[in-house]
Nanobody, 124 residues
């Protein structure tokens, strides 16, 4: 089993920054890949960024490339999402996720483990 606990959401201004954190615990090989997803009201959940926990390979949605950065502190078992140049359209519930395979996490958007979510609201 894997447990994921997000923190760091809140409100920000357009053009500002926020940082999300996701602390992971549990079976390490079940979380080879971790990522962030988001869901805005009346929209489908979408992938934001993903990272391989064993290395530094990262993947980003086109909508956040150049603005968001995903990173991993392996000593703290924590994944971060640094969000810069925020836009009102970034407003959503953000979820941390983990899976043993990149395919299930990112390609299928069906990771085995999800956090409870943290709200991000960006005002113009």
């Amino acid at each position: 089993q894997v447990q994921l606990v997000e923190s760091g959401g809140g409100s920000g201004q357009a053009g500002g920054s926020l940082r999300l954190s996701c602390k992971a615990s549990g079976y390490i090989y079940a979380r080879n890949y971790m990522g962030w997803f988001r869901q805005a009201p009346e929209k489908e959940r979408e992938g934001v960024a993903a990272i391989s926990t064993g290395g530094s390979n990262t993947t980003y949605a086109d909508s956040v490339k150049g603005r968001f950065t995903i990173s991993m502190d392996t000593a703290k078992n924590t994944v971060y999402l640094q969000m810069n140049s925020l836009k009102p359209e970034d407003t959503a519930m953000y979820y941390c996720a983990a899976d043993r395979t990149f395919y299930r996490l990112w390609d299928k958007r069906a990771p085995a483990y999800w956090g409870q979510g943290t709200q991000v609201t960006v005002s113009s």
